[in-house]
Structure formats: structure tokens, C-alpha cells
């Protein structure tokens, strides 16, 4: 019998604390975990919740909708969307967004799924398996110029070029890919050097999945809609894996934690700072050593500023 894939929670204590610190007792209003997973955030959170408080989640993928079937707490829902949906929420209607980017487990370890290159399964890489376009599918018509900048963008992958070529020679002479064991080999025929310890389609299934769930243009959409969901003194928690994600989202609190001046009207006032940037947390030693997956999170937690837009 199999045993079910388990998921361990990066950031678990430190990004609730982060979330909630500062909320009075007993804690109240809404809260989103826009990134549901497998539920180890939420959970938490709930466990801290006053009665009287919500959490409301998000999550594209099927089996985390099911997942949340196990929580039976009247204070939680979950929507099966993306959480660029955040924009559908009331302005300043939030007291707190958490967002965990990384791809859970059970996704990576089970086969059907697509995501790694360790398991041979079929090349989907889909986040909600019932919708949209798999990889397999994208990969058998898109161009070589077209596969060369999704691989070099998302993958910041020096042999994005090669391999583009490869893979449509192999299309071309024997058929489309159709598993994650063939793109594997055939990116590593196509790769010259790696650095050490790392797997040569690394970087191309990375990019790979962060194209065909459009992660970034989400993660951007999102971001901007917890600047106006978010109440004045509500937190933003996020959790990246990668440096693409966590340069977004750095940048994006930069951006607004700083008056902004109209040059063409010198004399008039700034436009006042959103946000307030309060911390970045990387895992600790025994995090990383129980859960080698924790080695490259990056948490950024910034407060929606008193200030009403």
C-alpha cells in the first residue's frame, strides 16, 4: 500500500508569527493564506484565531481543494483559484496575506504530476490539472526561439538555446516529448557543464513550470491586490524559493515603502509610502538540515502603512 506523500511546512512558526504579530487578543477580522498547499499555514494560523476571526484560502491545484476538505473549522474556507484572485476581495477588507510560492512535496514526488526530472511521469507540470495547457502540449507546437526564452527568462539557463534546438529536432525526427525521463535525458545531452551536485534540467523543468502556470505575471497580480486588500497595519508574509520570485517581491515592497515625488508637479505633495518593510528570514541551520527543500527559502514580511491610498 502506498503511503501518502508527505509535506513539511517551510517557515511554519516564523511565518505565522510574522502574519499575526501585533493583532490583538483575541485575534479577529480575515486572514488569506493565498497559497494553500497542504495546509500546514493555515492550520496554524487557525489554532491562533479568535472565534470570531476568518481565513479564507486559495489554491489551483485539485488535491489541495480536497485536502482542505479535512478542515472542519466553520472560520475556514477555500476557493479553487489562483490567488490573483485576491482582486476580487474588498479594498482594505484583509488584516493579513500569506503567500508560500514553493511547489509542495506531493507535488514534486508524485509522478503523475510531471514536476520532477527524478520520476519518469507524463510532462504536464500543470498546478490545476483542469484547466489550460500542459507542458507536453506547449512543447509540441511552440518555436525554437520561443522555447530557447522561456528556458533562458525562467530558468536563467546558458544553454537555453541547445537545448530549444533539441528539443525540436527530436520533434521533428521522432515526435513530441511525452515524459519527464525523456526531456531529462535530452536536456542533459544538451547541457556541456553543471554545477556540481546539480542536475542538468534543473533549470529547464523550472522554467518550464513557472511558464506554463504563468507564475510570475501571478505572483505580480497578486502582490498588487494585497496593497488594496490589505487593511492600514495589515502584514504581507511571502515566501520565495527562487531568486526570480524573491526579486519580485523584494523589489515590489522597495517600491512601495517610499514616498513618491511627481517631478512635473515639484510643489505638490509625494505620494506617502504603502508599505513599511519590517524583515527577511532565511531558514535556520535545523530547519535546512530536517528539510534540505528549506535550503534556498527567502521570507520578506512588509505592514500596509496607516496612510489610505
Not at 78 to 103: K, N, P, T, Y
Not at 166 to 181: C, D, K, M, W, Y
Request: hydrophobic share 40%.
Amino acid at each position: 500500500m502506498n503511503q501518502p506523500l508527505q509535506h513539511i511546512t517551510v517557515l511554519l512558526d516564523e511565518a505565522v508569527d510574522a502574519l499575526l504579530d501585533g493583532a490583538p487578543a483575541p485575534i479577529a477580522g480575515r486572514w488569506v493564506d493565498a497559497t494553500f498547499g497542504r495546509g500546514g499555514h493555515s492550520r496554524r494560523i487557525l489554532e491562533r484565531l479568535g472565534p470570531q476571526a476568518e481565513l479564507l484560502a486559495f489554491d489551483k491545484d485539485p488535491d489541495a481543494i480536497q485536502e482542505a476538505t479535512r478542515i472542519t473549522d466553520a472560520r475556514f474556507s477555500i476557493r479553487h483559484q489562483g490567488f490573483r484572485h485576491l482582486d476580487e476581495l474588498a479594498d482594505g477588507s484583509v488584516q493579513g496575506v500569506l503567500m508560500d510560492l514553493g511547489v509542495s512535496s506531493p507535488q514534486i514526488d508524485n509522478p503523475e504530476r510531471g514536476f520532477s526530472f527524478r520520476f519518469e511521469g507524463p510532462l504536464d507540470m500543470r498546478m490545476d490539472t483542469t484547466r489550460g495547457q500542459s507542458v507536453a502540449d506547449w512543447l509540441e507546437q511552440a518555436e525554437v526561439q520561443q522555447i530557447a526564452e522561456v528556458i533562458r527568462d525562467y530558468g536563467e539557463e546558458r544553454f537555453a538555446g541547445p537545448i530549444a534546438k533539441a528539443i525540436v529536432a527530436r520533434r521533428e525526427s521522432q515526435g513530441p516529448l511525452r515524459n519527464t525521463a525523456e526531456l531529462a535525458q535530452l536536456v542533459a545531452g544538451a547541457v556541456k557543464t553543471r554545477e556540481a551536485g546539480q542536475n542538468p534540467a534543473t533549470r529547464t523543468f523550472q522554467a518550464l513550470r513557472i511558464f506554463i502556470n504563468a507564475e510570475l505575471e501571478e505572483l505580480e497580480q497578486a502582490l498588487e491586490a494585497s496593497l488594496r486588500v490589505l487593511a492600514p497595519g495589515g502584514r504581507l508574509v511571502v515566501i520565495s524559493f527562487h531568486s526570480l520570485e524573491d526579486r519580485i517581491v523584494k523589489q515590489f515592497i522597495a517600491r512601495h515603502s517610499k514616498e513618491v515625488y511627481d517631478r512635473r508637479a515639484p510643489f505638490a505633495a509625494p505620494t506617502p509610502m504603502r508599505l513599511k518593510a519590517l524583515a527577511r528570514v532565511k531558514p535556520g541551520e535545523a530547519e535546512v538540515q530536517a528539510n534540505p527543500r528549506a535550503r534556498s527559502a527567502v521570507m520578506r514580511v512588509a505592514q500596509r502603512t496607516e496612510v489610505a491610498v
